[in-house]
């Protein structure tokens, strides 16, 4: 198991087991969600290119 | 000219002086440790103020990243909308998040930590609401906003920075209270 540490005020200490997982757990979501994030911007190019539109053009068209 | 009473410098009160009726007032401030992943704010809300500053500044990452925050032990139902644009690029993305257990609050960069977090009711009975300013200063990074709320009536004290990834060092956490009357 990854060795972490973790500030409570002013008191730094290793985390605790149960810790660990929080930390893990949390750090994967945020993860996860760039891959989304990703995936969205690829696919959304994937669309622009099968239009043959520029992120410019679709700007001007969509707004966003 | 002297330091008015009440004041211990030209700009922090540290207790409102008899006929100013609003001020930002520093609640607490706290060094970061070495190689922390993760601080604990312990006693930042309470009943004295609705509404909240928080200012992370100073130190360093080991590697640039961002930093959660959560309030309390709450991990659940955050909502919030973010949009941001790479500053070397004119795409804005706009993205909508449900429930999620935390949300990005501040930039942890190999040159320093930057945050800067508002916070409405957290010590209320009501949800509390958040939004910030998120702008990484690195050249190939983004610049953005984010509103949103954790929705429980969960009267918090505390609030937690998590970093993504690897951890921070040095730099302070400055909590702020707006004055309620």
Request: hydrophobic fraction near 40%; charged fraction near 10%.
């Amino acid at each position: 198991m990854a060795t972490y540490k973790v500030q409570i005020d002013d008191v730094v200490r290793d985390a605790t087991p149960a810790e660990v997982t929080q930390i893990e757990a949390r750090q994967a979501e945020v993860e996860a969600q760039a891959e989304a994030a990703e995936a969205r911007a690829v696919a959304r190019q994937a669309v622009l290119d099968r239009l043959g539109l520029t992120e410019q053009e679709a700007q001007l068209l969509l707004g966003s | 000219m002297g330091i008015p009473s009440g004041y211990t410098s030209a700009q922090v009160v540290q207790a409102v002086p008899t006929g100013i009726n609003s001020a930002l007032v520093l609640i607490s401030s706290t060094t970061i440790g070495n190689a922390v992943s993760s601080v604990t704010v312990s006693n930042a809300f309470s009943s004295t103020y609705d509404a909240y500053q928080i200012i992370v500044s100073g130190g360093v990452a080991s590697t640039d990243a961002g930093l959660t925050m959560h309030f309390g032990s709450t991990t659940t139902g955050y909502y919030f909308f973010q949009n941001y644009s790479f500053y070397n690029s004119s795409t804005l993305t706009i993205d909508n998040r449900n429930n999620q257990s935390n949300f990005i609050a501040a930039a942890a960069t190999t040159g320093g930590l930057y945050g800067n977090i508002f916070v409405n009711s957290p010590n209320l009975a009501k949800p509390t609401r958040f939004d910030l300013v998120r702008a990484v200063p690195l050249t190939n990074s983004l610049g953005g906003i984010v509103l949103g709320f954790e929705n429980s009536n969960t009267q918090h004290t505390a609030f937690t920075l998590t970093t993504t990834t690897g951890t921070v060092t040095g730099g302070t956490i400055r909590v702020y209270g707006y004055t309620n009357s």
